[in-house]
């Protein structure tokens, strides 16, 4: 609580560092002491007398640049620290900013904070029990926003939103609350079948999916078809395949028809159209482990990649009665014979 308290004041004395344990909960921190601190100090008594009023005090202190994230941290640094002032007066405020929000890359930024104080709160003796209604209030409206978010958005936002979705997703799955996460679920499903969905953040809800098991392995088969098809931009597809893929190389490892999918695609790829898209494939594969590389790069060299019938294509139940009147009208758009 001490420590903590002096990183409200930024009296950088402990820094807090990683800790690989079993149990629910733990810290670690280093300490190292440096004269300029004794500024730090001076600098932080302008908050008050006493180390709690002046730690309250701070993080009670109005900032105009001051959004949904930064005021989760804040929150969560409070309740770390203990400070039941400065945590009822930022769930007020965070709930006040929520109601005026209208980003929703933000929601989703502020999210794993609140789900880090909601997990850790019976273990540290808090009532997060407001913690608990901001967070359903929060993940309610990035549910319902999210596939209009995604729809019309350039690279550079959906690499953005991409990564906080990716986090956000593995916040829920750590808060453990069903309806929560079958809300986000059905929202995922929302923006695959929405058009105008951005490629690389339908290939990472389709990984969510599956990661999840909300999708089988046929229909991530299908999809990855779909997305790698001729008819695709392949800028498109390389996007989609940077979202699905995500930093992990294992499913190209392990699943070798999804491996010769891709070998298949890369293979349609013209000259020019390679060379463009080589910078996202280059980003892609490089975030891949060494192993996984290997082993693809092995895979790959054996020479015996074939896209198994399965995965290659997709067999339909059609209706022909149903499906006459869309046959003549092409087939009289495109002037072919009735034959």
Known sequence: ?????????????????????????KEAWKL????????????????????KSAATNCLLEQDENDGLPELTERLDLAML??????????????DQAAATAHDTLALLKAVPALVRIARYGDVRDTDTSAVDLILRHFTARAHIELPAAVSGIDDELARRTGDQLRNYASALATYDDDEVSADMFAALHLLLDRDGTHPGIAGIAT????????????????????????GREPSDSANWLEGFLAGSGSLLVHDRGMLALVDAWLA????????NTLPLLRRTFGSFTSPERARIGATVAQGDLSVPQAAAGVALD???????????????????SNS
Do not use: C
């Open 1 to 25: 609580v001490f420590l903590h308290r002096l990183v409200a004041l930024r009296i950088g004395w402990g820094s807090k560092t990683r800790v690989r344990t079993k149990g629910t909960f």
């Open 32 to 51: 190292q002491w440096h004269p300029e601190l004794i500024l730090s100090i001076i600098d932080a008594s302008r908050f008050g007398n006493t180390l």
């Open 81 to 94: 620290s203990r400070l039941d002032e400065a945590s009822g007066g930022l769930l007020e405020r965070l």
């Open 207 to 230: 990984r969510l999916l599956r990661d999840a098991a909300e999708l089988s392995a046929e229909e991530v088969s299908t999809r990855l078809s779909f997305a790698l098809s001729p």
């Open 268 to 275: 349609t790829l013209g000259d020019e159209t390679f060379q």
């Open 318 to 336: 059609i209706d022909a009665d149903r499906a006459r009147p869309a046959v003549e009208t092409v087939t009289r758009l495109l002037n072919l």
